[in-house]
C-alpha cells in the first residue's frame, strides 16, 4: 500500500475569522446570524432602531460586539451607519440585512401610511444600507452581502401585498446589484425563508389554529427555525460561495415545491 495521505481539518474552513460582518436586525435572524458568525470568528457590528432590544442581543453575545442605534430606512441613517461599523471593524467585509415588519390584512385595506411604512422598513433600508456598504466593497474589490428575502417574494399569500412586494422587490434589487458589482469581487445573495418562528410571527402563531394551517403547507411538516438560516447565512458569506451572486437560496422545508 502507498502512503496515506491525512486530511487535517481547518478550523477556520469558512474564511471567516476576523472578518468584520454588519447584521442589520437584532431581531430572532439577525441575533441568530449574530452568534453564528461569532463562533465562526467573525468580529461583529450590529445595528438596529430598537436600542434596549441591541443592548439585550449584546449582552447574550459578550463585550466585544459592536451595537450600533440609527434608522436604516432613511439613506443619512444607512451611511451613518455603516460608516461608524467600518471604523469599528476596520472594514466591512460581510453584510447580512435581516430588517423586517409585516402586517397582514386584505389590499383594500391598507392604509397610505401602512403601505409607505413596510416599504420603507423593509426596502429602502436594504438599498440604502447595500448601496453605502457595497461602495465601500466595491473600492476594496472584496465583500459579501447577504439579505433576508421571504417565499412571500415568490408566492402570492393573501392579506401580504406590501410585505410580498418589498421581499419581490429586494429579489430584483439584489440581482442587479449582483450584476454591477461581481467584477469588483463583491458578491450579493437573498436567503428566503419559508415559515419560521420569530418574534415576528409568534402572535400571529398563536392565534385561530395559524400554526397547523402553515404545517400543513410545508412538505417537512414543521416551521423553520432561525437557527436553520444560519448555516445558509455562513455558507453565502464564506469563501467557498465566491461563484455565487445574483441567487434566491429558498429555506423553506419545501414550501416552493407546493
Sequence with gaps: MGDEVGLEFDPDWLGLAGSGVLIAGAGGIGSACAKAFMGAGARIALVDLDRERLESVSKELGPDTQTIT??????????????????????????????????????????????????????DSAFYLAQAAGKSMVDRRRGRIIMLSSVSGLLAHADHAPYAASKGGINQMMRVMAREWACYGVTVNAIA??????????????????????????????????????????????????????????????????
Aim: charged share 20%; glycine share 10%.
Design 70 to 123: 440609527a434608522d436604516l430606512s432613511t439613506g443619512s441613517g444607512a451611511r451613518h451607519a455603516v460608516a461608524l461599523a467600518e471604523k469599528a471593524l476596520g472594514g466591512i467585509d460581510v453584510l447580512v440585512h435581516a430588517v423586517g415588519i409585516n402586517l397582514r390584512k386584505p389590499v383594500i385595506d391598507f392604509t397610505d401610511g401602512e403601505w409607505r411604512k413596510i416599504q420603507s422598513i423593509n426596502f
Design 193 to 258: 425563508p419559508g415559515y419560521i418562528e420569530t418574534d415576528l410571527t409568534q402572535e400571529y402563531l398563536s392565534r385561530d389554529d395559524n400554526r397547523l394551517k402553515l404545517e400543513k403547507m410545508v412538505p417537512v411538516g414543521r416551521l423553520g427555525t432561525t437557527i436553520e438560516l444560519t448555516g445558509p447565512a455562513l455558507f453565502l458569506a464564506s469563501r467557498h460561495a465566491s461563484f455565487i451572486t445574483g441567487h434566491v437560496l429558498y429555506v423553506d422545508g419545501g414550501r416552493t415545491l407546493v
